[in-house]
């Protein structure tokens, strides 16, 4: 097939994660590239044995571009390898294209690509080579000394803490591994008692989940902000007030449909940066670890151009 006639040829970086999925999609990211090649753009696949050499090669592939709207960074998996990508480009003006094929794939559900048909994701990647790629806001993350990106939600409570144990579990090998990390974590959980700092504001509460949303779903489908909107400048603060254990269990599954915004123990709200405080509590990004609290986020709009 050869190029379009509106689609001037691209170099694509192609970043591939073997593992997403836990491996069931290993052949992606080949048909993935077979697509962009035919369509007349130079490919350069990056795979690596683990996330952190993947990440170092594929910053440097980003480095070595010198002419972004000739360029774009495609990342085949799911969250993780978004996260991978979004840190990446973020103001850098390389466009960010993603092939889900991971566990979660909220980025990408919320960007309409389609999910495990890494076929169809390439398609819509080409044609949206063609036009002008979105300006989206992305949260800019100060842990200590460190500054990293997000692009979905930062979480800091119950949901962070079942990725946490979940991250450290060795069995089963597949998405059972979080569903009993959930019921693990419900038997030992507590409340923290937060300190936080909304755009300049000083609170305090105890709550079950404390997330920071630049989108609508976190954790597979969990629709925690329901209108939150990737280009308006703001994120939705998402806070689930201290409760039962069965009060929780009751509200939980309500989020899935997004029907949990009316219970009284939630509360969001529309902010421009948060600092969060508490002990005892390590928050991720994106479904990446970011560590223990405090953390800052602010929002930068415009920040990534996705490929959607």
Request: hydrophobic content about 45%; aromatic content about 6%.
């Amino acid at each position: 097939m050869p190029p379009s006639s509106t689609t001037m040829p691209r170099r694509l970086i192609v970043a591939i994660n073997p593992t997403a999925a836990f491996g069931r999609h290993h052949g992606a990211g080949a048909a993935a590239s077979e697509i962009f090649a035919a369509t007349g753009h130079t490919v350069i696949e990056v795979r690596q044995p683990n996330y952190e050499l993947l990440r170092r090669e594929v910053e440097r592939e980003v480095r070595a571009v010198d002419a972004p709207d000739r360029a774009a960074l495609i990342v085949v998996g799911g969250d993780g390898m978004v996260s991978l990508g979004v840190n990446a480009v973020a103001e850098t003006g390389i466009p960010l294209g993603v092939v889900p094929v991971g566990t979660g794939n909220d980025t990408a559900r919320n960007i309409g690509m389609p999910i495990g048909d890494p076929a169809a994701a390439a398609r819509q990647i080409v044609a949206a080579l063609s036009g002008d790629a979105q300006a989206v806001d992305a949260g800019r993350v100060v842990h200590g000394p460190h500054t990293t990106w997000m692009l979905g939600a930062l979480s800091a409570g119950f949901d962070a803490a079942v990725n946490e144990r979940a991250n450290f579990m060795s069995w089963p090998n597949s998405e059972r591994r979080y569903t009993i990390a959930v019921v693990r974590e419900l038997l030992t959980f507590r409340a923290p008692h937060y300190r936080v700092v909304v755009d300049g504001h000083e609170r305090a509460f105890s709550a079950m989940l404390v997330a920071i949303a630049n989108h609508t779903s976190i954790g597979g489908g969990m629709k925690i902000a329901p209108d939150a909107e990737m280009n308006d400048g703001f994120f939705d603060l998402f806070v689930v007030d201290r409760m039962s254990k069965l009060r929780f269990l009751r509200i939980f599954p309500k989020v899935f449909k997004g029907e949990h915004t009316g219970e009284p123990e939630v509360h969001l709200e529309r902010v421009r940066s948060v600092r969060i405080e508490a002990a005892g509590v390590v928050a991720y990004a994106d479904g990446e670890r970011v560590g223990p609290l405090p953390v800052e986020v602010s929002i930068v709009p415009g920040a990534v151009r996705l490929l959607r």
